[in-house]
């Protein structure tokens, strides 16, 4: 059983921070590629950034902006997702996703957790 479980989320006023945490469990996930999507209400889910296990290699959203950094710690098989400057449209559920191969499109992921509320106030 394959296990991704996100936390971290909360209300934040506009240019303030947080911190995602999804932690991964069930199998080994060395191969797997990591990703962080959100959906707002009314929209489509979209892609925020991925990580790659291996390595290095880092993907983002435009509308990142270097406003978001996306890390991992392979020891606690735990994902990241580091969000500062936050704007009120960054409100959405964010999810954790896993998946062999990358890709911004959410139907391609095999593993998905149950999602975290950010909200940012205006």
């Known amino acids: 059983q394959v296990r991704l479980v996100e936390s971290g989320g909360g209300l934040v006023q506009t240019g303030g921070s947080l911190r995602l945490s999804c932690a991964a469990s069930g199998r080994t996930f060395s191969t797997y590629v990591m990703g962080w999507f959100r959906q707002a209400p009314g929209k489509e889910r979209e892609f925020v950034a991925a990580?790659?296990?291996?390595?290095?290699?880092?993907y983002y959203a435009d509308f990142v902006q270097g406003r978001f950094t996306i890390s991992r710690d392979n020891a606690k098989n735990t994902v990241y997702l580091q969000m500062n400057s936050l704007k009120p449209e960054d409100t959405a559920v964010y999810y954790c996703?896993?998946?062999?191969?990358?890709?911004?499109?959410?139907?391609?992921?095999?593993?998905w957790g149950q999602g975290t509320q950010v909200t940012v106030s205006s």
């Open positions: 996703a896993a998946d062999p191969n990358y890709s911004y499109q959410a139907n391609r992921y095999d593993y």
């Open positions: 990580i790659r296990w291996t390595g290095s290699t880092r």
